[in-house]
């Protein structure tokens, strides 16, 4: 009799501690459906614009209209004008004179301009500088100024040396990414590099 009241008391027991568990568990996702319902989808990390209802908003807040007023002109990205564009390209009509879905005839209703900011690829421009030349029939002697932008005996302007050096010792593009954007042959590359390190040897 003993032994039989044993095992109802533990078969009871394991009963509440199994409806105790699940009683748990059911609170636990109730308060989770609540806070999410409270705090939106991502809890916490929510922002306020996607909370379902603020608490701290009055109903006055919640009624107002938002937005700015009607006139504003706004503080988005700024455009430019014609005018102050470097370069103006016109495209071709790619449908010819009839539309492509019916066939009729279309009428050409002017030009419509899209403002774009874009970047020309970094390339070696050639330059000639015309160099006066001064002779003196005394001293048989001929004057010529020096470019000063350019080293003696020199193909590529210092502006190109800096751009390349610039590239591939500051930033780490490739010495033959460097030829590519610029224009220049890997072997004159290599040789600017040399004449720049020898120039700069005494440089600590």
């Known amino acids: 009799m003993k032994r039989s009241f044993c095992q109802e008391w533990f078969k009871k027991q394991e009963k509440i501690d199994r ?8 609170k636990r996702k109730l308060r989770y459906r609540e806070r999410r319902r409270e705090e939106g989808f991502f809890g916490s990390s929510t922002p306020s614009s996607k909370v379902p209802v603020n608490p701290n908003s009055s109903q006055h807040k919640q009624r107002k209209k938002r937005g700015a007023k ?8 700024k455009g430019f ?4 564009a470097d370069d103006v390209v016109e495209l071709r ?12 005839p279309l ?12 970047s020309r690829p970094v390339k070696v421009q050639r330059v000639v500088y015309r160099l006066p030349q001064q002779y003196c029939a005394r001293c048989h ?6 470019t000063a932008c350019v080293l003696p005996k020199s193909l590529y302007g210092n502006q190109a040396l800096a751009s390349a050096a610039a590239m591939h010792y500051l930033h780490g593009i490739p010495m033959g990414r460097v030829c590519e954007q ?4 890997p072997g004159s590359l290599v040789q ?3 004449r720049l390190a020898r120039l700069f040897d005494a440089v600590p």
Do not use: S, Y
């Open 107 to 118: 009428t050409n209703k002017g030009t419509k301009n899209r403002m774009v900011l874009e």
């Open 81 to 84: 004008d014609e005018t102050q």
């Open 141 to 146: 002697c001929t004057f010529a100024p020096t």
């Open 192 to 194: 600017m590099f040399h």
């Open 70 to 77: 009607p006139g504003h002109k706004g503080a988005g990205r």
């Open 93 to 104: 009509a790619q449908v010819g004179q009839h539309c492509p879905k019916c066939g009729g």
């Open 182 to 185: 610029m224009g220049i042959e």
């Open 19 to 26: 409806l105790t568990e699940e009683n748990e568990g059911l």
